[in-house]
């Protein structure tokens, strides 16, 4: 074996256990913020229904999570908008929660909560994010059907790419795509790594610092949407941190 080669595989047999080390700091530092988003309904069954993931940030009374993963019925008699989190004795735990904060064209909403705040997550620069950074995101994949023990996936960030336009075909130009075209793209994170649409609301951290510089938002589905369970893409996208950041300056 050449002696540059062997030098380079050396390099990387010694600099793995860093790297899972580091992963397993961040792991721990990031899980005690990551929440269940849904609703609750006492005549309902189940009471609770799971819609997805968010995480803790700011004051620690406050939470970040998908605008699309606020329910649009907000009438007297829809249930209600709750988290789940656990108390000190880690027992299940619902809290009450309003939107005080909503970007729906970057699928954004933050929520505030009653009661003792919860560790909040560090929220990192993400201009500063590279391709071919190695992250991890916390969440709670396909529902409660995996149990409400928070999950983590690690991959890394592929690429940094404006967000698609709307096709060509008519039905893909809505209101909400016109406005989007209005505004102009954003860049996204394209993630080498599968997420589920239990993930939505999940927070994307750096492997080593453990500090949060995106949201999960979509996964790309190949054919149905019950396929992205069945045959996962493995191609995720996220929203950089610092539209969260710009959205929580105002409130």
Same mark, same amino acid.
């Given at each position: 074996? $050449?002696?540059?080669?062997?030098?380079? /595989?050396?390099?990387?047999?010694?600099? #793995? =256990? +860093? @790297?899972?080390?580091?992963? *397993?700091?961040?792991?721990?530092?990031?899980?005690?913020?990551?929440?269940?988003?849904?609703?609750?309904?006492?005549?309902?069954?189940?009471?609770?229904?799971?819609?997805?993931?968010?995480?803790?940030?700011?004051?620690?009374?406050?939470?970040?999570?998908?605008?699309?993963?606020?329910?649009?019925?907000?009438?007297?008699?829809?249930?209600?908008?709750?988290?789940?989190?656990?108390?000190?004795?880690?027992?299940?735990?619902?809290?009450?929660?309003?939107?005080?904060?909503?970007? $729906?064209?970057?699928?954004?909403?933050? /929520?505030?909560?009653?009661?003792?705040? #919860? =560790? +909040? @997550?560090?929220?990192?620069? *993400?201009?500063?994010?590279?391709?071919?950074?190695?992250?991890?995101?916390?969440?709670?994949?396909?529902?409660?059907?995996?149990?409400?023990?928070?999950?983590?996936?690690?991959?890394?960030?592929?690429?940094?790419?404006?967000?698609?336009?709307?096709?060509?075909?008519?039905?893909?130009?809505?209101?909400?795509?016109?406005?989007?075209?209005?505004?102009?793209?954003?860049?996204?994170?394209?993630?080498?790594?599968?997420?589920?649409?239990?993930?939505?609301?999940?927070?994307?951290?750096?492997?080593?610092?453990?500090?949060?510089?995106?949201?999960?938002?979509?996964?790309?589905?190949?054919?149905?949407?019950?396929?992205?369970?069945?045959?996962?893409?493995?191609?995720?996208?996220?929203?950089?941190?610092?539209?969260?950041?710009?959205?929580?300056?105002?409130?």
């Amino acid at each position: 074996m $050449p002696r540059i080669a062997a030098t380079a /595989l050396l390099a990387l047999v010694v600099a #793995l =256990p +860093a @790297v899972a080390a580091d992963m *397993s700091a961040s792991i721990a530092r990031v899980k005690p913020s990551v929440v269940v988003v849904g609703t609750y309904q006492k005549t309902a069954s189940p009471q609770f229904a799971m819609r997805g993931t968010g995480f803790i940030v700011a004051s620690g009374n406050l939470a970040a999570t998908n605008a699309h993963v606020i329910p649009e019925d907000t009438g007297p008699d829809a249930p209600a908008l709750v988290i789940r989190t656990r108390d000190a004795s880690g027992q299940p735990q619902l809290r009450p929660a309003r939107v005080v904060g909503r970007d $729906p064209d970057r699928d954004l909403a933050v /929520l505030r909560f009653d009661g003792p705040p #919860l =560790p +909040a @997550v560090e929220l990192s620069d *993400s201009d500063t994010a590279r391709e071919g950074q190695m992250i991890g995101f916390t969440g709670f994949p396909i529902g409660g059907a995996l149990g409400f023990s928070p999950v983590t996936h690690r991959g890394m960030i592929a690429s940094i790419t404006p967000i698609t336009l709307p096709g060509s075909a008519a039905r893909q130009l809505n209101e909400k795509a016109i406005r989007q075209i209005k505004r102009g793209a954003f860049d996204i994170f394209q993630l080498d790594a599968t997420a589920y649409p239990g993930n939505s609301g999940s927070p994307v951290f750096d492997a080593a610092s453990g500090e949060v510089i995106g949201i999960v938002n979509m996964v790309f589905i190949k054919g149905s949407k019950e396929s992205a369970l069945s045959q996962p893409s493995g191609i995720s996208y996220a929203i950089p941190a610092n539209y969260l950041k710009r959205l929580l300056d105002t409130l």
